[in-house]
């Protein structure tokens, strides 16, 4: 008999396709992936018609519009999948009984302490994606105030599209690549975001713990864009020098937050989770991509 039903949307993202990766692992939870072509989350049409007949314990949303410069022109799409959808999914969940693992983002910070930011940090986006990821946390806290929202940043995997896989392409191809070093942050392995999820359902499935609200994951450790980008080309070798340059130099449509350190104490204390250090874990993905026939 299986223990818990679990709905993952974005299922063919970044997180969503880490998480199918370790459904072998969870015999007793009964997954169900959908993306944009099962469930249309900018449709409330779409959403409605797919509740209709069906019910989970659990959604783990990840799902988003994470273009973060395309954002600041799509404003509306961008809140309609990243907030609108969120607030929709928190009135279907009130509804039917069901449980919500959010995710959110760093961006919704302005970037401007200089300490590591935790649950209780005022939040102040300077993008529209920040905005409408902060607007998404904010209705669900509102109408669902039993939901998760885990925070984290700088998400990269074997899947998807990210930063790694866009360094280890221009660091094969170029000389000189010149990489913005005055954003600090941490990279963030959805493999290990994706256990710490199913590692929170399993402990409220199995009564051990259950205690909604914010929390912030990334890796642990501290790291600059140029940092991110110089361990990808030391490890695979590549003949190409990086350098760091300054925000400035590098102009991009949307503003990010020069420094979003996040704090994750809580979820270390209340779940007990292990969170590997941003080198360890980029060096785990950066094996795999070896393994499977090197720079793509
Ligand atoms: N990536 C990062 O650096 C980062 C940093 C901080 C927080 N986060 C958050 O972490 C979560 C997971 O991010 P990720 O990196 O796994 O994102 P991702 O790789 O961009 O995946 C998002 C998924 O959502 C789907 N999607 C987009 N619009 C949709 C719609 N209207 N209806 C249904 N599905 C839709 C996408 O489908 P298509 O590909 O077909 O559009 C995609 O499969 C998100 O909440 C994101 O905001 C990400």
């Not at 866009?166 to 990489?179: D, H, P, V």
Request: proline share 4%.
């Amino acid at each position: 008999l299986k223990t818990a039903s679990i709905l993952v949307t974005g299922a063919n993202g970044q997180l969503g396709s880490e998480i199918r990766t370790l459904v072998s692992q969870y015999p007793d939870f009964d997954f169900h992936f959908v993306d944009i072509a099962d469930v249309d989350l900018a449709d409330e049409t779409s959403v409605r018609k797919f509740f209709e007949d069906k019910s989970f314990q659990f959604i783990i949303n990840c799902a988003a519009y994470t273009a973060v410069d395309k954002a600041e022109e799509q404003v509306e799409l961008a809140t309609k999948i990243n907030a609108d959808a969120v607030r929709l999914l928190a009135r279907i969940a009130a509804e039917k009984k069901m449980r919500i693992i959010h995710v959110s983002t760093d961006y919704v910070f302005s970037g401007e302490a200089n300490y590591p930011l935790t649950e209780e940090s005022k939040p102040a986006p300077v993008s529209v994606y920040g905005e409408s990821k902060l607007k998404g946390e904010q209705y669900l806290l509102d109408l669902k105030p039993d939901s998760y929202i885990i925070r984290t940043a700088w998400v990269y995997s074997t899947f998807g599209k990210n930063f790694v896989k866009t360094i280890m392409k221009l660091a094969s191809e170029r000389k000189e690549l010149k990489i913005v070093g005055d954003q600090i942050g941490t990279p963030t392995y959805a493999a290990d975001l994706a256990k710490v999820i199913l590692t929170i359902i399993d402990s409220i499935v199995s009564g051990k713990k259950d205690q909604p609200g914010l929390y912030h994951y990334t890796n642990e450790g501290v790291a600059s864009w140029f940092d991110f980008a110089f361990y990808i080309q030391n490890f695979f070798s590549y003949d190409c020098k990086i350098h760091p340059i300054r925000t400035e130099e590098y102009p991009t449509a949307a503003r990010r937050p020069k420094f979003s350190l996040l704090d994750k104490s809580r979820i270390k204390k209340v779940f007990a989770v292990e969170i590997p250090h941003w080198t360890t874990s980029l060096q785990s993905c950066l094996s795999k991509f070896q393994q499977d026939g090197g720079a793509q």
